[in-house]
């Protein structure tokens, strides 16, 4: 019974999610690309993301979700420095990430940007594209993920380096906080919680509350060297806590 739900579910949402995602992203990458073309890059930004917000809303409500954002008022002033730090357990973090109209780019693999369409939405939001197996591209992802920092685009980095199979935090990579440390930018840790129930175990009938938890940000440039050192284990222990406290879905019993 959960499989044919989940199916259903699932089946629903692509039907009605690719034909508006098909129409809004040609239509954000026509006009993204011109502006960008043009240099104006900033104004690319506000543009393509302006067009492709309803999409992430018919996502969300298409799967049977709903975002419910808290401590918005954390998040940086636009074309500041900062990177976000959240927890990764499912493919509806970046959605719900995006719903709080931020649209950070992210150091995505290679295959991603294969995909038609997707790999011109991506070039959109300054995405990152890596190959794992090469230790050179590594280092030129990092070097150009900073760069979109420095330049007032901010980056998303899912520090666990890989998603959560179980829907339990795992260990934060210190090595994921470079971009922040190198670009001297501010860190904003982010706990979401129930997003795995809205896909990946996507077998409920009802609505599934995603909470999405913006955390004070830490400003890196003000963290001496022990602060550093230690700082991949302060972000994960404040998203740690933060997720904690969140309320589960469904309702843990009592």
Same mark, same amino acid.
């Given at each position: 019974?959960?499989?044919? %739900?989940?199916? =259903?579910?699932? #089946?629903?949402?692509?039907?009605?999610?690719?034909?508006? *995602? !098909? $129409?809004?992203? &040609?239509?954000?990458?026509?006009?993204?690309? %011109?502006?960008? =073309?043009?240099? #104006?890059?900033?104004?690319?930004?506000?543009?393509?993301? *302006? !067009? $492709?917000?309803? &999409?992430?809303?018919?996502?969300?409500?298409?799967?049977?979700?709903?975002?419910?954002?808290?401590?918005?008022?954390?998040?940086?002033?636009?074309g500041e420095?900062?990177? &976000?730090i959240p927890?990764?357990?499912?493919?509806?973090?970046?959605?719900?990430?995006?719903?709080?109209?931020?649209?950070?780019?992210?150091?995505?693999?290679?295959?991603?940007?294969?995909?038609?369409?997707?790999?011109?939405?991506?070039?959109?939001?300054?995405?990152?594209?890596?190959?794992?197996?090469?230790?050179?591209?590594?280092?030129?992802?990092?070097?150009?993920?900073?760069?979109?920092?420095?330049?007032?685009?901010?980056?998303?980095?899912?520090?666990?380096?890989?998603?959560?199979?179980?829907?339990?935090?795992?260990?934060?990579?210190?090595?994921?906080?470079?971009?922040?440390?190198?670009?001297?930018?501010?860190?904003?840790?982010?706990?979401?919680?129930?997003?795995?129930?809205?896909?990946?175990?996507?077998?409920?009938?009802?609505?599934?509350?995603?909470?999405?938890?913006?955390?004070?940000?830490?400003?890196?440039?003000?963290?001496?060297?022990?602060?550093?050192?230690?700082?991949?284990?302060?972000?994960?222990?404040?998203i740690r806590?933060?997720?904690?406290?969140?309320?589960?879905?469904?309702?843990?019993?009592?």
């Amino acid at each position: 019974m959960k499989s044919v %739900i989940k199916f =259903l579910r699932i #089946l629903i949402a692509i039907v009605f999610i690719l034909p508006v *995602l !098909i $129409l809004l992203g &040609v239509i954000a990458l026509v006009f993204g690309s %011109i502006l960008r =073309l043009l240099n #104006l890059d900033k104004l690319s930004d506000k543009v393509s993301t *302006l !067009i $492709l917000q309803p &999409v992430v809303w018919w996502i969300m409500f298409f799967l049977g979700t709903r975002v419910k954002i808290i401590g918005k008022e954390n998040l940086p002033k636009k074309g500041e420095k900062y990177c &976000v730090i959240p927890n990764h357990s499912s493919v509806l973090d970046i959605p719900s990430i995006f719903s709080t109209g931020r649209w950070p780019g992210a150091v995505a693999k290679k295959e991603a940007f294969k995909i038609p369409l997707i790999n011109g939405l991506m070039w959109l939001i300054h995405c990152v594209k890596l190959d794992r197996k090469s230790p050179r591209d590594a280092i030129k992802a990092i070097h150009d993920s900073v760069n979109n920092v420095e330049n007032g685009f901010p980056m998303m980095i899912f520090p666990e380096g890989t998603r959560s199979k179980n829907g339990k935090i795992a260990e934060f990579k210190a090595g994921s906080f470079k971009i922040a440390t190198r670009a001297k930018a501010k860190i904003v840790p982010v706990a979401i919680k129930n997003s795995r129930q809205g896909f990946e175990d996507a077998h409920y009938i009802g609505i599934v509350p995603i909470y999405v938890e913006i955390l004070p940000p830490i400003d890196t440039a003000l963290l001496d060297e022990e602060e550093l050192r230690t700082l991949h284990t302060r972000v994960e222990n404040e998203i740690r806590d933060a997720y904690d406290n969140l309320p589960s879905f469904p309702k843990k019993k009592k």
